[in-house]
């Protein structure tokens, strides 16, 4: 039977091309069973001056969807929803009828008690969204970044792009990151000391896996990255929390027998402070003589943009006893979900296996199009760009905090992207951040940040990564009327 022509309508405020939101319409309509195989589509004479569109517009739709077997073109009969289309009474889900599985019971108490992630997924709708981790658009290289994908996508790279790899990584990225990333950081490695994440998360969760099980005992910063905590619980290990001061974590502080003990010695997450080398030392020392390892979170390493910055941990490891777990998740985007591991040959060989366990490998696409945004000194220049702008944010949100009396309580004296605040002892930050909300302003509370067992409600995290600096001092009055 013939679609009217009445059934077609682009919505106001789309997005994509005209054309790329026809083939939209028209492959909705199907998939959502509105369109059956075999009905006839409206001519492209008609469906044009009923939308107010080019002819060629909807000529070129209907090419593409005929070639994709969404639409059957029949010479002079017209234009039909294609029998090889997807009918969606054929996905339609099963009646659940009788007893249903006690998920709950079922899972696995570890599984049960994991964190999500409590930030509004529309976070960039807000006037002042003081929400750490996100691009800015405004830094981003996009031109750049979509010449190497689609370099990336071509026929020279289309081996790399769809084989299945087994276990290896790309080459290219590898190569890249032993000869820049890492000499930055002080670190000398080859490949097979090397291995491609999916984020610094995926990293420490790898590390852990192969490090750490029941009865042992690992130590991490308080407050810390909550992450790390999550990753920890998993394993069944003992989790100590050692409280950090104004200059890190504290080797003198650690409890005895420690397996493994995670840190992020060149910003501390949150408090930003950068471990002094003294203590560098001191841990590694301590780690020699209590026979446990370190992992090194490479907590925004790239942002010291206020002072040069410090060596890491594994460059001053003698005895190989640090795994290092950087990320490209912040100085590129946190959607690309790509880092690196760097640790001796035979803890990265069995990290690779139990990665390939999981998910073989990192996808191949995304793997090349960072080597070559990367070899091509894009990587540089765009982190260039990131640490002025990040310096400049720094400097109107320093004026603006002291404008209005509030009270940092973090050093952040090499950079980093954001604040660590304290607010008085009897405002509880989670309910701040619920009124601010309401009012624009999107805080960060800092409970998440310490141990379950001794957690601080009034203590919160600025950052100005995805807030602009023309709207950080407006955003920074509000939080202040809000706490007087």
């Known amino acids: ?22 083939r939209q319409m028209v492959t909705e309509g199907i998939l959502s069973g509105r369109f059956r195989p075999g009905d006839r589509m409206p001519s492209t004479r008609a469906l044009a001056a009923h939308l107010g569109v080019a002819r060629i517009t909807v000529t070129l739709a209907y090419a593409d969807l005929v070639a994709s077997d969404y639409l059957l073109a029949r010479g002079r009969s017209g234009t039909f929803v294609s029998a090889a289309a997807p009918d969606a009474r054929r996905a339609q889900p099963l009646p659940q009828d009788g007893p249903r599985a006690d998920w709950p019971r079922l899972l696995h108490p570890r599984a049960q008690g994991l964190p999500r992630p409590d930030r509004p997924r529309d976070w960039s709708v807000y006037r002042y969204p003081f929400i750490y981790g996100q691009a800015d658009p405004e830094l981003f290289d996009h031109q750049n970044w979509r010449a190497c994908a689609l370099q990336a996508l071509g026929r020279r790279e289309f ?36 291995l491609i994440t999916l984020g610094a998360q995926n990293g420490l969760w790898l590390a ?4 750490l099980g029941p009865g042992e005992r690992a130590v991490m910063e308080n407050p ?13 290990a003992e989790v100590v929390s050692v409280d950090v001061d104004d200059l890190g974590l504290p080797p ?25 080398l003294e203590r560098r030392l001191a841990l590694l020392a301590a780690a020699e003589a ?14 010291s943009f206020l002072h040069s910055a410090a060596p890491s941990l594994k460059s001053l490891d003698a005895g190989g006893r640090v795994v290092h777990v950087g990320s490209f998740s912040k100085s590129l985007f946190p959607g690309l979900r790509l880092g690196y591991l760097v640790a001796p040959a035979p803890f990265v060989a069995a990290v690779r296996a139990l990665r390939a366990t999981v998910l073989r490998h ?8 960072l080597a070559l945004f990367l070899s091509l000194g894009h990587y540089d220049a765009l982190v260039a760009r990131m640490k002025a702008a990040y310096r400049l944010r720094r400097e109107v949100m320093t004026e603006a905090i002291l404008r209005h009396g509030l009270q940092s309580a973090g050093q952040g004296g090499f950079g980093g992207s954001s604040f660590w605040m304290r607010a008085p002892e009897q405002i509880d930050t989670e309910e701040l951040a619920l009124r601010l909300r309401a009012d624009g302003v999107l805080i960060e509370p800092g409970r998440v940040f310490f141990d379950p067992t001794r957690a601080r409600r009034n203590y919160y995290r600025l950052a100005y990564s995805s807030i602009g600096p023309g ?3 407006e955003g920074i009055a509000r939080i202040a009327q809000a706490l007087a």
Request: net charge negative; proline share 11%; with cysteine.
């Open 208 to 211: 852990a896996q192969v490090l």
């Open 252 to 276: 003198d502080r650690l409890p005895a027998r420690p397996k493994l003990v995670v840190t992020t010695a060149s910003h501390h997450c949150p408090t930003n402070a950068t471990l002094p």
């Open 1 to 22: 039977m013939p679609i009217p022509v009445e059934s077609f309508f682009l919505a106001p405020g789309g997005q994509g091309s005209l054309q790329h939101r026809l």
């Open 159 to 194: 081996h790399r792009l769809s084989a299945d790899c087994y276990d290896e990584d790309d080459p290219m990225l590898v190569e890249y990151i032993l000869r820049h990333i890492l000499p930055r950081r002080g670190i000398a490695a080859v490949p097979s000391e090397v």
């Open 290 to 303: 209590g026979d446990f390892l370190i992992l090194e979170d490479d907590y925004e390493f790239e942002m």
């Open 362 to 369: 990192p996808p191949g696409q995304l793997s090349r199009t």
């Open 224 to 236: 810390g990255y909550p992450g790390t905590r999550a990753v920890l619980a998993t394993t069944g």
């Open 471 to 473: 709207a950080i001092p």
